[in-house]
């Protein structure tokens, strides 16, 4: 019998909230291939213009790091950064090599959605459904508080083993290497 579960997991930043949900939410289909080209080779918007119901693809690497070189000492940084905070996500969390994933809800004022995995991302051979909740809320320093809830149907004979441990990761690499996108870019999506 397929079994339901979720999780939650949280992730401080010092980055403004909505300038983290922009990037590492709205606009990590536009910025995922750049920042971390070693795990996402290609994404783009499938269906719709980024509202409710839209859907957008992402097409991952083999998983192989792939090391670059940068030409200034600032690239470098935010390269180091971003390979640190995503090299566990390459490795660990893409056993797929495509993911579509459809915007169920969208508050972007309160940095707020939920979308739901439509094909590939374990769709099928370990997974019914899932949905993931992401609320990205300002935070006494000045920075933010990101909140992710995860729901989750897993096929039958499914054991869930250490999967929510590389979900967890996974996001948290997502949001990592938004942050230092922005920490380097101080002027970028303000």
Request: glycine share 8%.
């Amino acid at each position: 019998m397929a079994s339901t579960n979720s999780w939650t997991h949280e992730i401080e930043s010092p980055v403004a909230a909505p300038r983290l949900f922009r990037v590492g939410v709205m606009d990590w289909h536009t910025l995922a291939p750049k920042l971390a080209p070693h795990i996402v080779a290609s994404a783009h918007p499938v269906e719709g213009e980024g509202g409710i119901g839209s859907v957008r693809q992402f097409n991952f690497t083999s998983g192989t790091y792939a090391s670059q070189s940068h030409t200034t000492t600032h690239a470098c940084h935010l390269g180091l950064a971003i390979r640190h905070y995503t090299r566990l996500f390459a490795l660990a969390a893409m056993p797929f090599s495509v993911m579509k994933e459809r915007l169920e809800f969208l508050d972007a004022e309160k940095c707020e959605c939920k979308s739901t995995l439509i094909e590939g991302g374990g769709i099928g051979t370990a997974i019914e459904t899932a949905t993931s909740h992401i609320k990205v809320e300002p935070a006494a320093s000045g920075g933010s508080l990101v909140k992710v809830d995860s729901t989750y149907k897993l096929l039958p004979g499914v054991e869930v083993n250490d999967e929510i441990t590389k979900a967890k990761e996974s996001v948290t690499a997502i949001f990592k290497a938004a942050e230092a996108y922005l920490i380097a870019n101080p002027d970028a999506y303000n």
